[in-house]
Each structure stands twice: as C-alpha cells, then as structure tokens.
C-alpha cells in the first residue's frame, strides 16, 4: 500500500523523475567525477544538481536541498577517495514545518535501510531508533527554512556497499533517496 501523500508527489513530480519506478538497475554507468572542477560558489544563478544528477562536490563537502515536493535536488553523490571525511550539509528549501515535511539525510547501507526505516516511524521528529548502529551518519530532521549538517569518516562507506543516502520521514524515502559511493 502506497501512503496518499507519496501518491500526491508522485502526481507532481511524474515529469522530473522515476516515481514508482523499480529501484534502479544494477549495472549503473558511473557518473562522471565533477569534485575536483567544481566552480566557486557564484552569488546568482545557482545551478543545482537535478533530481536525477550528481550533487556537486567540492573540498569534501556537498549540499543537498530538500523541497516542500518530498525531493532532493540530486540522486547520486561521489565522494572523492582522497577524502578521509565527507560533510553532507541539507538545505530545507521548502516552507513547510518539520512535522508536516520533515527532512534529513541518512547514510547507510542499501541493505540496511528498510530496517532503519520501519525502526524508526514512530521515533518523532527525528525518525530514527537512538543508537541504531546501523546508521553511518545522519542530520537532524529539520523543517523548511532550516539547515543541518553530518560529518562522517569516508572509510565506513569504502568497503562493501552499495550505500544510500535518504530522508528518515516516514514515506519520504521513496522519492528522497540516492547512491553514495567513494570513487
Ligand atoms: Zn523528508
């Protein structure tokens, strides 16, 4: 059963993005490295990654923006292998209250995030069991105007994977979700 408010963003978001699509095959071409050519950071025209593109990376660092439509603005992020920490910062771009359209980045291990999911539904507001070892690093769930950070050691995402990132809200996984991978 697909909770009516995926539904809604599903309605929304059809033209941008795989909504409902299955999960993504398994021989996906890697994404080109952009980390060591990332431009200045320029006052005007900002550029974000789109939905189905790699978040720009720069001095081991990224910053993901979530939306008032349950969306990052990137499906992929590459950490540079040189990096031995890496720093996801999430932008709530939206408006709407945490309570309504909370986010937050989660890194784990692609098998392990159903469990962390279903473990943490009903741990408001960050929707996450406390102590889930399972966790490699995850931001406070904020609300819209909000901004939250996570630095994690890149050697936990260097063997076995693959890993993801996703939103913690219950639902929001579906369209919040990516690829994290050292290249
Ligand atoms: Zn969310």
Same mark, same amino acid.
């Given at each position: 059963m697909i909770p009516r408010p995926i539904l809604a963003a599903c309605a929304l978001t059809l033209a941008l993005a795989?909504? #409902?699509? !299955?999960?993504? =095959?398994?021989e996906q071409v890697a994404e080109p490295a952009i980390s060591t050519v990332a431009p200045p950071a320029q006052a005007e025209a900002p550029a974000p990654a789109s939905a189905s593109g790699a978040a720009i990376v720069a001095d081991c660092a990224t910053t993901l923006e979530g939306n008032d439509a349950m969306q990052?603005?990137?499906s992929s992020i590459a950490v540079p292998k040189d990096c031995t920490q890496f720093t996801i910062r999430l932008d &709530?771009?939206?408006?709407? !209250?945490i309570a309504a359209m909370g986010h937050d980045v989660v890194v784990s291990s692609e098998a392990d995030m159903p469990g962390i999911l279903a473990d943490g539904?009903?741990?408001? =507001? /960050?929707h996450l069991k406390p #102590? /889930?070892?399972?966790?490699i690093a995850a931001t406070r769930m904020i609300g819209g105007g909000e901004t939250a950070s996570v630095t994690f050691d890149t050697a936990k995402i260097a063997t076995s994977g693959p890993f993801v990132f996703f939103c913690s809200? =219950? #639902? &929001?996984s579906a369209l919040m979700k990516g690829t994290i991978s050292v290249q």
């Open positions: 795989a909504c #409902g699509k !299955p999960e993504a =095959p398994a990052y603005n990137a &709530h771009v939206g408006r709407m !209250p539904m009903a741990v408001a =507001p /960050d #102590g /889930d070892a399972r966790v809200f =219950p #639902g &929001h």
